[in-house]
């Protein structure tokens, strides 16, 4: 089956600094990967959708200069959170698909605590 | 937009036993695809299953099916001989099939699923 797989899977840095946070899939090439980010009891929100080798697109009301997606192969994107302040507190998950899949596989996520 | 609803918070069920965890959606659109997804407390995304809109037969997945309503835009799941290992929160999830309309998915609150020894 397809993996996909994130590192950190936890973080914990000082306001101020920037973490990056990696998405890989290891056994299909992701056309495209989504990043999302989920608040303790509530569902998953979408920040912004990536096409290799193309620039993100944003959801309403996610700052591109501060999360900083970079999608260049199709197995890697990473998701750069700059300059960290207490609220980007969160569990920050990714996932992937391939040209031909309709179903998108999903990383084990990343904990972000900021202190 | 598409939006979906999962109208039960919280539900619980005796191991071995039947549940059912309801899912509407709204849409425009007449291709899409829809699933559920299980989220245990390692908070990995786990599918469960999958619908193709297009399809008039209901998925099945060993113990899990669906009953697909397109007309009324529902999208039940239910698990049979309920498990200790069901219990996590199942989140419903729609995504258009065609790319123009964006690829990502649609996610519903969620419901927290409870198995009782």
């Known amino acids: ?115 | 937009a598409q939006t979906v609803t999962q109208s039960q918070p919280e539900m619980s069920v005796q191991e071995a036993e039947t549940v059912t965890l309801s899912c509407t959606y709204d849409t425009s659109e007449s291709d899409y695809y829809l699933f559920w997804y299980k989220q245990p407390p390692s908070r990995q995304m786990i599918l469960v299953i999958r619908q193709e809109a297009y399809k008039q037969q209901n998925a099945t997945e060993n113990r899990f099916s669906v009953n697909f309503q397109k007309a009324a835009k529902s999208f039940s799941l239910k698990i049979s001989d309920s498990q200790l290992g069901d219990a996590a929160m199942y989140f419903c999830a729609y995504r258009s099939a065609h790319s123009n309309y964006g690829q990502n998915f649609v996610f519903g609150p969620g419901t927290r699923l409870s198995v009782l020894p």
């Not at chain 1, 973490?19 to 009891?41: G, H, N």
């Not at chain 1, 569902?43 to 080798?53: C, K, W």
């Not at chain 1, 996610?62 to 994107?77: G, M, P, Q, Y």
């Open chain 1, 1 to 115: 089956g397809a993996v996909v797989s994130q590192h950190p899977s936890r973080v914990i840095c000082k306001s101020g600094t920037s973490v990056k946070i990696e998405c890989r899939s290891l056994d299909f090439q992701a056309t495209t990967m989504f990043w999302y980010r989920q608040f303790p009891k509530q569902s998953l929100m979408l920040m912004a959708t990536s096409n290799e080798g193309s620039k993100a697109t944003y959801e309403q009301g996610v700052e591109k200069d501060k999360f900083l997606i970079n999608h260049a192969s199709l197995t890697l994107s990473t998701l750069t959170v700059t300059s960290a302040h207490p609220e980007d507190s969160s569990f920050y998950i990714c996932s992937a698909k391939g040209d031909t899949q309709e179903t998108q596989y999903f990383g084990p996520g990343t904990r972000l605590l900021v202190l």
